[in-house]
């Protein structure tokens, strides 16, 4: 025969495991809206204009151009393509498009003024 005692083990261990998902499901959801707030992701990003040239890529661009208010080359391609409302990393010769620089440039709502 069993003891009763093993089904309050279980009972123990089911609540742990529920409130170890509840703290990673908390961890991230804050992680992930504190990335959404970063400077790179505010109304703060200066912009200014680029002419594509053959050969460049928007990585290329990213690694001539980041500056340090951006953790990653990845943050900055990803704000490059959402000032430039682009679904994809494609880029041809002659394209136009804004891209995060330094405080000499012109501020997004300027950038949202201009289109």
């Known amino acids: ?49 680029y002419v594509v040239k053959e050969g460049d890529t928007i990585w290329g661009i990213a690694q001539k151009n980041m500056s340090d208010s951006f953790p990653s080359y ?18 041809h010769p002659g394209d136009l498009i804004a891209v995060p620089a330094g405080d000499d440039s012109v501020s997004d709502d300027a950038l949202a003024m201009a289109r």
């Open 74 to 91: 990845a943050s900055y391609i990803n704000e490059v393509m959402r000032a430039n409302h682009m679904t994809d990393s494609m880029i």
């Open 1 to 49: 025969m069993r003891k009763r005692s093993s089904g309050y083990s279980i009972s123990i261990f089911s609540l742990f495991i529920v409130i170890v998902i509840i703290a990673c499901f908390t961890a991230t959801a804050l992680l992930h809206r504190t990335r959404a707030a970063g400077s790179y992701g505010s109304n703060d990003v200066r912009y200014t204009t």
